[in-house]
C-alpha cells in the first residue's frame, strides 16, 4: 500500500451501502427492481448477489443480466438494480461494494418472497398433444380413402 | 390469375390432395406432441427453462419445417423428370420462369402448414411467460426468410440433376452442414464462430430467435444477423428467376 493510498484510507470515512427496500413480495417471473445508494464511496465496483434461503441453487445469470456496475468517487451514488425472480422461494438480494482497496462492503439485504405460478402442466398440454396429430392423421386418412374410392 | 399462381396453385393441389403434404405434416406434429408433452411432464421447470421450451419448439419447428420444404423443393424438377410427367407440364402455355416461381411458391405452403401446426405447441408451452406471440411472429418471419432461401436452393438441385435422389441428397446434405455448428455450444463466443453463426442462414436465424425469446432482447439489437438469411432468400430468388429458362428442361445439363 503506497502513501497515498494509506492517507486516503485514514482519511475518507468507510463508504456504506444503503436499499431502498427491506422486504418484497414476487410472483414467478415478475421483474423487479431495488434501488442502493453507495455513500462515501472512492472508485469501486458495486456487484448485485442472491442467495437462496431455502439451500435452492441460484443461478445468477438467469436473475439479471447485469450483475456490475462501476461506481465513481463521490458521497452518493444512486445504482438501481433490475432483476427477474426465476425461481420461487425465499430469497435475499444484496449488493457488495469491492473497492481499488481495502476491504469488501456488503449491504443490507433485501428478503424476497417468491410464490410459484404454475402455468404448464401436463393436463394442459396433453389435449393439444393429442389433438393435433388425431386431427392431422384423420384429414390424411381421410383423403388416401377418397383418392381411393375414386380410383 | 397470374400464370406463376396458376402453376402454384396446381403443384399445391399435387402436394396437399393427392401428394405426401399431409402424411409429412402429420409427422412433424408427432414431433411436435413427443416435445411438447415431455416439457409439460418436467415438474422441476421453472420461469426460464419454460422460455427455453418455447424456443426449442421455435427451433425444432422452424429446423423440420425447413428440411421439409426443401424435401419437397428438391423434388420439384427431378422428381417430375422421374416420374415422366414434366413434358406435359411444359407443354402448357406458361414460361418457364413461372413455372420456377410456381413450384417455389407450392413448396413453401409446406413450410406455412409446418408454422401453422407449431402455434397450438407454442401457445401450451407459451402461457403465462408472454411467449407465445412473439414466437409466432418470430417463426413465421425468420423461419419464412429460411426457408424461401434453403427451399430456392433445393429447387435449384432439382434442376441440375435428373435423378430425384441426387437432389435429395444434395438438399439434406446442406441442411446437415448448416444445422451442425448449431449445436455446437461454445461456437458463437469466439471470434471465428462468430463469423461462422453470421454467415450461416440456419445459425444466425436459430442466434436471433434465442436472444429474443430466452435473452429477453429486443427486436432490433441483433437485427445484423438476420444479414444471412435475407441475403440467401433474394440471391437464390435472384437466380432461379434468371436461370429459370435453362433449370426447367427436359433433361438436366448445361446443353
Redesign the interface.
Same mark, same amino acid.
Request: charged letters at 10%.
Given at each position: 500500500m503506497n502513501l497515498l493510498s494509506l492517507i486516503a484510507t485514514v482519511v475518507m470515512a468507510s463508504p456504506t451501502i444503503t436499499m431502498n427496500q427491506d422486504q418484497l413480495t414476487a410472483q414467478l417471473g415478475q421483474t423487479l427492481t431495488v434501488e442502493s445508494v453507495v455513500s462515501e464511496s472512492g472508485p469501486a465496483i458495486a456487484h448485485l448477489n442472491v442467495v437462496s434461503l431455502d439451500g435452492v441453487y441460484v443461478d445468477l445469470e438467469d436473475w439479471t443480466q447485469d450483475v456490475t456496475q462501476p461506481v465513481p468517487a463521490g458521497r452518493e451514488t444512486q445504482l438501481d438494480w433490475e432483476f427477474q425472480a426465476v425461481n420461487p422461494g425465499h430469497f435475499a438480494v444484496y449488493v457488495v461494494l469491492i473497492p481499488r482497496s481495502g476491504a469488501l462492503v456488503a449491504g443490507p439485504p433485501v428478503h424476497i418472497t417468491v410464490s410459484p405460478r404454475q402455468t404448464l402442466d401436463t393436463g394442459g398440454a396433453l389435449p393439444v398433444a393429442i389433438a393435433v396429430p388425431a386431427l392431422l392423421g384423420a384429414a390424411a386418412l381421410i383423403g388416401r380413402l377418397r383418392r381411393a374410392a375414386r380410383a | 390469375m397470374t400464370r406463376w399462381t396458376v402453376v402454384a396453385e396446381q403443384e399445391s393441389r399435387d402436394l396437399w390432395? +393427392?401428394g405426401r403434404g399431409?402424411?409429412l405434416?402429420?409427422g412433424f %406434429?408427432?414431433l411436435? %406432441?413427443?416435445m411438447?408433452?415431455l416439457?409439460?411432464?418436467n415438474q422441476a421447470?421453472?420461469?426460464?427453462e419454460?422460455r427455453e421450451?418455447v424456443n426449442l419448439t421455435v427451433q425444432v419447428g422452424l429446423a423440420v419445417g425447413v428440411l421439409l420444404t426443401v424435401v419437397v423443393s428438391a423434388d420439384a424438377i427431378s422428381g417430375e423428370r422421374e416420374r415422366g410427367t414434366f413434358e406435359a407440364l411444359l407443354l402448357t402455355p406458361v414460361s418457364r420462369r413461372a413455372i420456377v416461381v410456381g413450384k417455389l411458391a407450392a413448396a413453401m405452403t409446406m413450410w406455412l402448414a409446418c408454422l401453422a401446426?407449431t402455434l397450438?405447441?407454442l401457445?401450451?408451452?407459451g402461457? +403465462?411467460?408472454a411467449g407465445a406471440g412473439q414466437a409466432a411472429l418470430l417463426a413465421l418471419t425468420v423461419g419464412t426468410l429460411v426457408a424461401v432461401g434453403l427451399g430456392g436452393i433445393g429447387m435449384l438441385f432439382s434442376g441440375w440433376t435428373n435423378s430425384n435422389k441426387t437432389s435429395l441428397a444434395g438438399g439434406l446434405l446442406l441442411l446437415l452442414v448448416l444445422f451442425a455448428p448449431t449445436q455446437l455450444p461454445a461456437l458463437p463466443r469466439t471470434g471465428f464462430g462468430q463469423v461462422l453463426t453470421r454467415i450461416n442462414p440456419i445459425g444466425s436465424a436459430l442466434h436471433y430467435v434465442s436472444q429474443i425469446l430466452v +435473452?429477453r432482447r429486443g427486436w432490433t439489437n441483433d437485427l445484423s444477423y438476420l444479414a444471412a438469411p435475407v441475403v440467401v432468400a433474394l440471391v437464390v430468388v435472384a437466380v432461379l428467376i434468371a436461370a429459370g429458362p435453362r433449370l426447367v428442361r427436359l433433361t438436366a445439363g448445361l446443353r
Amino acid at each position: 500500500m503506497n502513501l497515498l493510498s494509506l492517507i486516503a484510507t485514514v482519511v475518507m470515512a468507510s463508504p456504506t451501502i444503503t436499499m431502498n427496500q427491506d422486504q418484497l413480495t414476487a410472483q414467478l417471473g415478475q421483474t423487479l427492481t431495488v434501488e442502493s445508494v453507495v455513500s462515501e464511496s472512492g472508485p469501486a465496483i458495486a456487484h448485485l448477489n442472491v442467495v437462496s434461503l431455502d439451500g435452492v441453487y441460484v443461478d445468477l445469470e438467469d436473475w439479471t443480466q447485469d450483475v456490475t456496475q462501476p461506481v465513481p468517487a463521490g458521497r452518493e451514488t444512486q445504482l438501481d438494480w433490475e432483476f427477474q425472480a426465476v425461481n420461487p422461494g425465499h430469497f435475499a438480494v444484496y449488493v457488495v461494494l469491492i473497492p481499488r482497496s481495502g476491504a469488501l462492503v456488503a449491504g443490507p439485504p433485501v428478503h424476497i418472497t417468491v410464490s410459484p405460478r404454475q402455468t404448464l402442466d401436463t393436463g394442459g398440454a396433453l389435449p393439444v398433444a393429442i389433438a393435433v396429430p388425431a386431427l392431422l392423421g384423420a384429414a390424411a386418412l381421410i383423403g388416401r380413402l377418397r383418392r381411393a374410392a375414386r380410383a | 390469375m397470374t400464370r406463376w399462381t396458376v402453376v402454384a396453385e396446381q403443384e399445391s393441389r399435387d402436394l396437399w390432395i +393427392g401428394g405426401r403434404g399431409p402424411v409429412l405434416v402429420f409427422g412433424f %406434429s408427432v414431433l411436435l %406432441s413427443a416435445m411438447t408433452y415431455l416439457a409439460a411432464t418436467n415438474q422441476a421447470m421453472n420461469f426460464l427453462e419454460q422460455r427455453e421450451a418455447v424456443n426449442l419448439t421455435v427451433q425444432v419447428g422452424l429446423a423440420v419445417g425447413v428440411l421439409l420444404t426443401v424435401v419437397v423443393s428438391a423434388d420439384a424438377i427431378s422428381g417430375e423428370r422421374e416420374r415422366g410427367t414434366f413434358e406435359a407440364l411444359l407443354l402448357t402455355p406458361v414460361s418457364r420462369r413461372a413455372i420456377v416461381v410456381g413450384k417455389l411458391a407450392a413448396a413453401m405452403t409446406m413450410w406455412l402448414a409446418c408454422l401453422a401446426v407449431t402455434l397450438p405447441y407454442l401457445w401450451v408451452l407459451g402461457r +403465462g411467460v408472454a411467449g407465445a406471440g412473439q414466437a409466432a411472429l418470430l417463426a413465421l418471419t425468420v423461419g419464412t426468410l429460411v426457408a424461401v432461401g434453403l427451399g430456392g436452393i433445393g429447387m435449384l438441385f432439382s434442376g441440375w440433376t435428373n435423378s430425384n435422389k441426387t437432389s435429395l441428397a444434395g438438399g439434406l446434405l446442406l441442411l446437415l452442414v448448416l444445422f451442425a455448428p448449431t449445436q455446437l455450444p461454445a461456437l458463437p463466443r469466439t471470434g471465428f464462430g462468430q463469423v461462422l453463426t453470421r454467415i450461416n442462414p440456419i445459425g444466425s436465424a436459430l442466434h436471433y430467435v434465442s436472444q429474443i425469446l430466452v +435473452g429477453r432482447r429486443g427486436w432490433t439489437n441483433d437485427l445484423s444477423y438476420l444479414a444471412a438469411p435475407v441475403v440467401v432468400a433474394l440471391v437464390v430468388v435472384a437466380v432461379l428467376i434468371a436461370a429459370g429458362p435453362r433449370l426447367v428442361r427436359l433433361t438436366a445439363g448445361l446443353r
